[in-house]
Nanobody
């Protein structure tokens, strides 16, 4: 059974940084493309970033390009998202999911990131 468990969210001031993690189990993590999606209050799911199997290619939505960094540690079956220079509009529940594009796919329970002064 695929399990994805996100962690690391919290409250951070605008301009601050945070790293969220996703622990994966129940499947061969290294064989799968992975992504982060988010859902802001009152809005639908939004694709944020993806990384291919092997980690050689990364992709970002324009709204986070240059501020967020996706990475993976296949030895630890863990996906990461480093969030820098955070803005209030980054406030959302962040989910990891299988796949490279779009917002569909099995995802975890999410971790809340709140950017506020």
């Amino acid at each position: 059974e695929v399990q994805l468990v996100e962690s690391g969210g919290g409250l951070v001031q605008p301009g601050g940084s945070l790293t969220v993690s996703c622990a994966a189990s129940g499947f061969s993590f290294s064989d799968y493309h992975m992504k982060w999606v988010r859902q802001a209050p009152g809005k639908g799911l939004e694709w944020v970033s993806s990384i291919n199997a092997g980690g050689g290619r990364t992709y970002y939505d324009d709204s986070v390009k240059g501020r967020f960094t996706i990475s993976r540690d296949d030895a630890k079956n863990t996906l990461y998202l480093q969030l820098d220079r955070l803005k209030t509009e980054d406030t959302a529940v962040y989910y990891c999911a299988l796949g490279l594009t779009g917002v569909s796919g099995t995802r975890g329970q999410g971790t809340q990131v709140t950017v506020s002064s």
